[in-house]
């Protein structure tokens, strides 16, 4: 089975950051269900705990990853994102 792993990297009272965890966590949400989807797992990182990412990434927060490769940076559109696990499988 094929696996996505989403990285949200942000920081702590980022608005655009909690838009971005909660339209990832919907769409997740309904691929768990869709024998076609791979398997995902998901975690967040801050750029206020790493040095390099925060000089990757301060300009740019939200940025999601996914398999470690940038998907989408500032907002996340949904169908686009689910194209694009759909996609890994």
């Given at each position: 089975?094929?696996?996505?792993?989403?990285?949200?990297?942000?920081?702590?009272?980022?608005?655009?950051?909690?838009?971005?965890?909660?339209?990832?966590?919907?769409?997740?949400?309904?691929?768990?269900?869709?024998?076609?989807?791979?398997?995902?797992?998901?975690?967040?990182?801050?750029?206020?705990?790493?040095?390099?990412?925060?000089?990757?990434?301060?300009?740019d927060i939200p940025?999601?990853?996914?398999?470690?490769?940038?998907?989408?940076?500032?907002?996340?559109?949904?169908v686009r994102l689910?194209?694009?696990?759909?996609?890994?499988?």
């Amino acid at each position: 089975m094929a696996t996505a792993h989403l990285t949200l990297i942000g920081k702590p009272g980022c608005h655009l950051c909690d838009d971005a965890r909660g339209l990832v966590g919907s769409v997740v949400a309904k691929l768990r269900v869709d024998p076609a989807a791979p398997m995902i797992t998901f975690e967040e990182r801050s750029i206020l705990d790493d040095a390099e990412l925060h000089a990757l990434y301060l300009e740019d927060i939200p940025v999601l990853l996914i398999n470690g490769k940038v998907h989408n940076y500032w907002r996340i559109d949904p169908v686009r994102l689910r194209t694009a696990l759909l996609e890994v499988s």
